[in-house]
């Protein structure tokens, strides 16, 4: 990038070489999924999924998932998921069989306020559905 720019997406390091790729928002929530053992991909902001840099971004994505699974684990506010929207369509574009999961995540919360709280009994639970079946076309 230029000089004072950042990256769209960063690919913090620590976690293993192979398995899920965690798509998160913000290098924070980024750095949370490497802590819990897994792949990460950290947008820099919801703006890297949309605009003109959204295309490069997906395609960075891909590339970094060697074939594995994407889980989208944007935040859990109406940016979150419309940038999640986005960026799903951009993943399919690229190759519609590759596994693009969405990480549906509570109201108001991202992956770092959820690994902070580290309560099993936590009745704000994500869960994830295949990408093509989390968002409705009409």
Do not use: M, W
């Amino acid at each position: 990038p230029r000089h004072g720019s950042l990256p769209a997406v960063a690919f913090p390091r620590g976690g293993p070489d192979n398995g899920p790729l965690i798509v998160t928002e913000g290098v924070f929530d980024g750095l949370a999924a490497t802590q819990a053992g897994y792949r990460a991909a950290a947008l820099i902001s919801t703006s890297s999924a949309a605009g003109s840099s959204a295309e490069r971004t997906a395609a960075r994505i891909v590339e970094h998932a060697h074939g594995n699974t994407i889980v989208v684990a944007l935040d859990g506010d109406p940016a979150g998921r419309n940038a999640s929207r986005q960026l799903c369509e951009r993943l399919r574009a690229i190759n519609l069989a590759l596994d693009v999961r969405v990480l549906q995540l509570p109201d108001h919360h991202d992956l770092s306020s959820l690994h902070a709280r580290k309560d099993t009994s936590c009745p704000h639970t994500p869960t994830t559905t295949h990408a093509s079946a989390s968002f409705s076309t009409s």
